[in-house]
């Protein structure tokens, strides 16, 4: 089938006719009363619509069976018609006009992974009640198309980032400030110049590191990364420069060090602010002069490999305070890269969130196909102190707990209880999207010692918005 048709909604059965000339006013809607020619229309369709809503005429009827009408007519029950529908794709979203009357049925079709579902006017009909209807509706069905939208946008991505073999870190990001990071990394990857790049812990230093190395003419050659906070002076110098037998206790053997093994390929050098003044006058010395030397040798060697380092702390203001040398920072930021924390950059959540899920699938044997609405506001929603790593961990995290075929809230909170993590047949579909808000709002609060204003700036509401969803909710900022 062709790429989806963003504006059109298919309808099937059981929608009134001022319904439907309500929706006509938003998108191209094909009605089609019979569920199995509605799918049999999915099937042969060249594009496949936005949303499909699934009517239950006139009762929901068992499971696996068909209804049969007054007339003697058979129709096909909606719980056959959704698993139908999702068998051509997982994430087309269906949303259930249903009668109140049918709470378990609700439940068990958004369960099996309706989208949404609007509750049907009371026969006979009011017509307070059917504006309230087609309004429900429409909303939902607003709701819907955007999602589909985003699906597609990341089907796309990860399609592209399959061909290109990098990350969304750089490639197709919705924020301007990595549009022009990535910009920055095409122009500086062919040229030879040293690279600066800071940002907080967890937001992909090495990762870009990796990817100017990629595109840059050393790509066939190493790239190497050594953490430089994790080693004493004399380990570091060791490890980088190499040293000759006989050097130190335990130096038994020559070590050619990084440097060396790097040739013509990258040095990564992360956590460069930890390192001692001492150090850093070693690693200007190489910068300079281009010529390193083993410990415990009175013999250089020719450096030429590619410098890149990283540090979480501002290089400039360390330097001011006399803990860090300029002349070190000038020869290391010819070009300098600093990166936004995620909580900065949520218009990209979506789009890193799929690619870890991608990763993630093929690292784990799994299927999972997707995120529900609600997991994906949930992930859009949290502060993210760790930034990507936190993220990506996050992710891997909820595909070895998930359960069904897409990703839930319940999956994404950790250590939630044993309630959170499969819901009951008696458990209505809004009190289990209580029971994960409940959670979300209690923890972010713990996180931010019961400081509504800080809360909700890092739940992206309005303080006033949080209050109203503390009493709702029953819940104390304290």
Not at 92 to 108: C, D, E
Not at 251 to 264: F, Q
Not at 284 to 308: H, K, M, T
Not at 445 to 469: E, M
Request: net charge neutral.
């Amino acid at each position: 089938m062709a790429s989806d048709d963003l504006s059109t909604v298919l309808v099937g059965s059981g929608i009134l006719p001022d319904t439907l000339a309500e929706l006509r006013r938003h998108w191209n809607v094909v009605h089609i009363f019979d569920p199995q020619e509605a799918i049999e229309h999915l099937r042969t369709t060249s594009a496949l619509p936005a949303a499909v809503v699934v009517g239950m005429v006139p009762a929901p009827g068992a499971e696996g069976a068909t209804i049969k009408l007054s007339d003697g007519v058979a129709v096909m029950s909606a719980h056959v018609a959704l698993r139908h529908i999702l068998d051509l794709d997982a994430d087309l979203p269906v949303i259930i006009s249903a009668h109140q009357k049918y709470p378990a049925a609700i439940v068990r079709l958004i369960k099996d992974g309706a989208f949404d579902y609007v509750v049907e006017p009371p026969i006979p009909e009011v017509g307070a009640e059917i504006q309230r209807y087609n309004q429900e509706l429409v909303a939902a069905l607003r709701q819907a198309v955007r999602w589909r939208s985003t699906v597609l946008e990341n089907r796309e991505l990860r399609r592209r980032l399959a061909q290109v073999d990098t990350d969304p870190l750089v490639v197709e990001s919705r924020s301007s400030t990595m549009r022009r990071i990535a910009s920055l990394v095409s122009k500086i990857a062919p040229t030879p110049a040293p690279v600066l790049i800071t940002g907080e812990s967890g937001t992909g230093k090495e990762v870009i590191a990796q990817t100017i190395h990629r595109l840059s003419p050393r790509h066939q050659h190493p790239f190497l990364a050594i953490n430089c906070g994790a080693l004493t002076d004399s380990l570091l110098a060791s490890e980088l420069f190499g040293h000759v037998k006989g050097a130190f206790t335990g130096a038994d053997r020559d070590s050619e060090g990084l440097i060396r093994h790097a040739g013509e390929g990258t040095l990564f050098l992360d956590e460069l602010s930890a390192v001692s003044s001492s150090f850093q006058v070693m690693l200007l010395r190489v910068l300079e002069q281009r010529v390193a030397r083993p410990v415990g040798s009175q013999r250089e060697y020719p450096v030429r490999c590619r410098f890149i380092a990283a540090a979480n702390r501002d290089l400039a203001e360390l330097a001011r305070k006399g803990q860090f040398r300029e002349d070190l920072l000038f020869r290391l930021q010819v070009v300098r890269l600093a990166l936004p924390p995620l909580r900065q950059r949520r218009e990209d959540i979506p789009a890193l969130s799929h690619f870890f899920l991608a990763q993630f699938n093929q690292a784990y044997g799994t299927s999972i196909t997707g995120f529900t609405p609600e997991a994906m506001r949930h992930l859009e929603q949290q502060p993210w102190p760790g930034n990507v790593r936190e993220l990506r961990n996050a992710i891997e995290r909820a595909i070895i707990l998930c359960e069904q075929a897409r990703i839930r809230p319940c999956d994404l909170i950790e250590d939630g209880p044993p309630a959170d993590r499969i819901m009951p047949d008696t458990l209505d579909y809004r009190q289990y999207m209580r029971l994960c808000e409940t959670r979300l709002i209690r923890d972010t609060l713990q996180r931010c010692q019961g400081n509504i204003s800080q809360a909700a700036k890092l739940l992206s509401i309005k303080r006033t918005t949080l209050h109203s969803r503390l009493q709702r909710l029953h819940l104390e900022a304290g």
